[in-house]
């Protein structure tokens, strides 16, 4: 059970740090020389002892 509550931690700090960048970018769309900011993710696959 610890993997999958690593699992799901990791996708809802993903899911955060997502959401914190566009507000970010919302709050700040007017600023002058403002640069807006991506949230970036990556699947990769699962390894390890009881995986296919």
Same mark, same amino acid.
């Given at each position: 059970?610890?993997?999958?509550?690593?699992?799901?931690?990791?996708? #809802?700090? +993903?899911?955060?740090? !997502?959401?914190?960048?566009?507000?970010?970018?919302? /709050?700040?769309?007017?600023?002058?020389?403002?640069?807006? #900011?991506? +949230?970036?993710?990556? !699947?990769?696959?699962?390894?390890?002892?009881?995986? /296919?």
């Amino acid at each position: 059970m610890d993997k999958a509550l690593y699992v799901a931690m990791t996708g #809802a700090r +993903a899911s955060l740090q !997502a959401q914190a960048t566009v507000s970010h970018n919302l /709050a700040n769309s007017d600023t002058p020389g403002f640069k807006e #900011a991506l +949230a970036n993710t990556e !699947a990769f696959p699962v390894q390890g002892q009881g995986y /296919a």
